[in-house]
């Protein structure tokens, strides 16, 4: 279930980094539009009251720490070990995703019933909804599966959910358009190209869900090498 010691850390720094290179068009946005600069920024980063606000929200701890950590646990670390057997690794990547995205459509029901938009609005938000998550769940299962571990497709949840859905249609606006544009492709570009060396398995140690595979028979699993 990816609750492990040996390689914890390349496990946890790695693919967060990984995500994190993949947002740069948006970190810079970010970094742009914020009024304070990065000193600032650091110390309020830092301070033991902004961590003390923080914990004591519960919206935050919601979307940065438990629908991070119990969403992975049970749409990765519970349910790939169990589809992977019967489907094999890749499929199981596609597959368990995909009810991780519906997992997401009580959002229909609440918008629904407090009339928040149009039915047509709703629903085609909800589609939407669906795609990237299911994306993101194809991602963070292909993480969990290289590394072996719970821990980086958690930070990465929580990265995920604090940045949010990329503001591309902000960025074409932008008035510093050009440099952004080009740190949103050299994000991807720069992703793409580190996604196999920074996962790796030579670097996490032994992978429990390979073991199980092997064990049961199942000998070719490219995600395992």
């Not at 609750?3 to 993949?22: K, N, S, V």
């Not at 810079?28 to 304070?36: A, G």
């Not at 920074?198 to 992978?207: I, R």
Request: with cysteine.
């Amino acid at each position: 279930m990816g609750f492990r010691l040996e390689g914890i850390f390349p496990a946890a720094l790695l693919p967060l980094l990984l995500t994190m290179i993949l947002f740069l068009g948006p970190l810079m946005q970010l970094s742009m539009d914020c009024p304070c600069d990065l000193a600032d920024g650091i110390k309020v980063v830092l301070a033991p009251r902004s961590w003390a606000r923080c914990l004591t929200d519960m919206r935050w701890l919601r979307n940065q720490v438990i629908a991070p950590l119990t969403e992975e646990l049970v749409f990765r670390a519970c349910m790939l070990p169990m589809l992977a057997p019967c489907t094999g690794l890749g499929p199981a990547v596609f597959t368990c995703p995909l009810f991780f995205g519906v997992a997401h459509f009580h959002h229909i029901f609440e918008q629904l019933r407090f009339r928040q938009s149009s039915v047509g609005s709703i629903f085609l938000s909800a589609a939407f909804q669906f795609s990237y998550t299911a994306v993101f769940g194809a991602y963070t299962a292909f993480l969990f599966i290289r590394t072996g571990h719970l821990i980086g497709p958690v930070l990465c949840h929580s990265f995920c959910n604090y940045m949010g859905f990329p503001a591309v249609c902000a960025a074409l606006e932008h008035p510093q358009r050009r440099p952004l544009l080009a740190g949103y492709a050299l994000g991807v570009g720069l992703f793409l190209l580190l996604l196999q060396p920074l996962t790796d398995p030579k670097l996490y140690g032994s992978l429990p869900l390979c073991v199980l595979l092997e064990q049961a028979g199942d000998s070719e699993a490219p995600l395992c090498s």
